[in-house]
């Protein structure tokens, strides 16, 4: 073989496998795509989720992901691809863990929104200390700001204080008989979702104010502010009643709760017909709840028999007893035996 032939077939390898490696780089990355959309389903508890498997790694440095990351280091065999690329696999994994908790992180995973429940103290508490163990806490509330531009849904968030103080006024004239409202909400901090809560009383006011007048403004991120005419003293408290209500409610699926309330009233010493209300509302956030050791092993499932009420005192017999004292005989002497009255 001369010189030539031997220089031109040694640099023609390298660049034969090359195209092999990019043919190769092609054909597997639809089945990787093909391999994250896979369908799992996951037994939490007895009650069964499928969901795809980019869901359940969507935060892959959290402990929620590394219970599954060994679905996705599976290795793919470099076959031919499968003529429709949505046929997926079932895999069962089991989670020890509440189904209704598990079904609110599974929401979130998927909408990136999350709310705690308002009506069951037991379900918030273990949804949070979930939250807390899987590392998926920062991602549900993030505490800080996030520096610089960022893609996607994390670009602008803003950071919520500890303590938020909401103000409800109350503005009310009754002028020639007719009286008119202007109700102001105003948070103390940016970030508490203004425009959602607008929309909720707006949905509320029209089931049962249908009769009055009233309309709704927001002003800026921390204000909204609600006039009316022509309302009557029972229209009026349904007013006071629902914006409360809406406001109180709104706030705790943020992840506060509401610590203390008071009322201030300012009259006007000129015109007696106008009066202002101010509602004030104190909440804190329950992000980090200190459980209680008791009921963290309730909720853990790791509560033993052990009895935790003593008894101090000896029960009362109820009705006649019959009662044997060690020191007296169960027959007096017979010598203080009474004679028989009937002989």
């Known amino acids: 073989m001369s010189f030539d ?10 660049m034969s496998s090359m195209c092999e490696h990019q043919e190769c780089a092609r054909v597997h990355r639809p089945q990787e795509r093909t391999h994250m959309n896979r369908i799992i389903k996951v037994n939490v508890g007895g009650r069964y989720f499928q969901t795809r498997l980019s869901t359940l790694l969507r935060f892959p440095d959290t402990s929620f992901a590394k219970m ?6 599976t290795s793919i065999a470099p076959s031919t691809p499968s003529p429709s690329p949505e046929v997926t696999e079932n895999e069962d994994v089991f989670v020890d863990a509440n189904p209704d908790v598990f079904e609110k992180v599974l929401g979130f995973l998927r909408t990136n929104h999350i709310q705690l429940p308002l009506n069951d103290e037991g379900l918030r508490a273990e949804l949070v200390h979930h939250l807390k163990y899987w590392d998926l806490m920062p991602h549900a509330f993030p505490a800080s700001a996030v520096d610089g531009a960022v893609e996607g849904e994390e670009a602008h968030l803003i950071e919520l204080p500890d303590v938020c103080v909401v103000q409800v006024c109350d503005h009310m004239q009754h002028d020639q008989g007719v009286k008119r409202h202007a109700m102001t909400i105003t948070y103390g901090a940016d970030g508490f979702q203004l425009r959602k809560l607008a929309q909720m009383i707006r949905r509320d006011l029209n089931q049962q104010l249908s009769s009055t007048y009233w309309q709704c403004y927001q002003t800026n991120e921390r204000a909204a502010f609600f006039a009316t005419t022509k309302v009557a003293n029972g229209a009026a ?12 409610q709104h706030t705790e699926r943020l992840g506060y709760h509401l610590a203390t309330s008071y009322v201030t009233l300012s009259p006007d010493v000129v015109h007696t017909s106008v009066r202002m209300l101010i509602h004030n509302f104190i909440f804190r956030r329950v992000r980090l709840p200190a459980l209680e050791a008791a009921d963290e092993a309730a909720l853990l499932g790791d509560e033993g028999d052990e009895v935790e009420t003593y008894q101090n005192f000896e029960p009362r017999p109820v009705g006649p007893q019959k009662v044997q004292w060690e020191d007296s005989p169960s027959r007096p002497p017979r010598q203080e035996v009474s004679s028989d009255l009937w002989k």
């Open 237 to 248: 408290d349904i007013l006071t009643t629902s914006i409360t209500q809406q406001v109180v």
């Open 5 to 14: 032939r031997r220089w031109a077939w040694q640099h023609a390898r390298p």
């Open 68 to 73: 599954f990351e060994g679905l996705a280091s």
